[in-house]
């Protein structure tokens, strides 16, 4: 089993940045697919950020318009997620995911463990 506990989260004002972390516990994931997700009342969850090790590589949807950044600190079994220049249209809850494959890493239903969210609220 993977625990995932997501943090960092909070209300700022457009154009500003926060950092997200999520930290796993019960399994080493330095392999793992790493994503975060995010989902607003109301709306289908949608995926953000994707990290995979094998090759190492980032993959982000256009939607976020570069202003996202995933890392991972194999070390501390912690994924990140910074989020700058947001934008009202940025609030939601954001969930990390972990998986062992690297396909499919855009589909909410692939991916085997979950956290519990973070809230993020942008004023404008």
């Known amino acids: 089993q993977v625990q995932l506990v997501e943090s960092g989260g909070g209300s700022v004002q457009a154009g500003g940045s926060l950092r997200l972390s999520c930290a796993a516990s019960?399994?080493?994931?330095?392999?793992?697919?790493l994503s975060w997700f995010r989902q607003a009342p109301g709306k289908e969850r949608e995926f953000v950020a994707a990290s995979m090790w094998g090759p190492a590589r980032t993959y982000y949807p256009d939607s976020v318009n570069n202003r996202f950044t995933i890392s991972r600190d194999n070390a501390k079994n912690t994924v990140y997620l910074q989020v700058n220049s947001l934008r009202p249209e940025d609030t939601a809850l954001y969930y990390c995911?972990?998986?062992?494959?690297?396909?499919?890493?855009?589909?909410?239903?692939?991916?085997?463990?979950w956290g519990q969210g973070t809230q993020v609220t942008v004023s404008s």
């Open positions: 995911a972990a998986k062992s494959s690297s396909v499919d890493i855009r589909a909410t239903g692939s991916y085997a463990y």
């Open positions: 019960g399994r080493t994931i330095s392999t793992y697919t």
